[in-house]
């Protein structure tokens, strides 16, 4: 089973940057696609980016231009750049991958946008 631990987070200024980890706990070349999703208070957690192996990005609307994922498969880490951070961002943003071998979630990481 791979585990996967999010970092990163924290509380950051309204136009401000964060870039969050996602560190695996074995390989992930054979994971063709990893993802973060984030949850907010009272909210259903959503899908916020993939990348698949060949490099090949989705994003949410709400992110998109904001929002860059990758990763590092030597490194067994994912990455997702924050940019131009907003009040709406606001959530604990989770790490996985598209594997049966892909346990439970995490705890997440919380970032906060607040002036």
């Known amino acids: 089973q791979v585990q996967f631990v999010e970092s990163g987070g924290g509380l950051v200024q309204p136009g401000g940057s964060l870039r969050l980890s996602c560190a695996a706990s074995r390989s992930i070349f054979s994971i063709g696609a990893m993802g973060w999703y984030r949850q907010a208070p009272g909210k259903q957690r959503e899908l916020v980016a993939t990348i698949t192996n060949r490099g090949s990005t989705y994003y949410a609307d709400s992110v998109k231009g904001r929002f860059t994922i990758s990763r590092d498969n030597a490194k067994n880490t994912v990455y997702l750049q924050m940019n131009i951070l907003k009040f709406e961002d606001t959530a604990v943003y989770y790490c996985?991958?598209?594997?049966?071998?892909?346990?439970?979630w995490g705890q997440g990481t919380q970032v906060t946008v607040s002036s």
């Open positions: 996985t991958g598209d594997s049966r071998d892909v346990g439970g």
